[in-house]
């Protein structure tokens, strides 16, 4: 069994999806996706905020070499890492909605706590 999902995708091209869709997940708190995707989003989103708690320049170059936009980057330093500076982890909630109608892909919210 692979460690992660490959979602019908190259290698770059999966990276990328997943630096835009983690990058506008910081940016909104809040987005709608299949569930696969959820998942491989989620820890994603929270080494982002998990190196942002940690601080230091080092940690937030190697932010800026995931994460697609500087000001979203930012944020992320300022704002949310002091939201959740008193909790160990589980930054993310996902919440399954149903099927999308178009091809019954099973669809779920993720959003930031």
């Known amino acids: 069994m692979p460690a992660y999902r490959k979602l019908g995708k190259t290698t770059d091209q999966r990276m990328a999806m997943l630096r835009q869709q983690v990058t506008d997940l910081l ?8 569930v696969t995707r959820a998942k491989e989003i989620a820890p994603l989103a929270e080494d982002m905020i998990t190196l942002a708690k940690k601080g230091g320049l080092a940690n937030y170059r190697e932010a800026l070499a995931f994460i697609t936009r500087e000001d979203v980057a ?16 589980g930054y993310t909630r996902i919440t399954r909605i149903g099927a999308r109608r178009g091809d ?4 779920a919210v993720i959003e930031l706590l």
Do not use: I, P, Q, V
């Open 74 to 89: 930012k944020r992320t330093f300022d704002e949310l890492s002091k939201k959740y500076a008193d909790r160990n982890g």
């Open 27 to 34: 940016d909104k708190g809040r987005m709608e996706t299949t």
């Open 104 to 107: 019954s892909a099973e669809m």
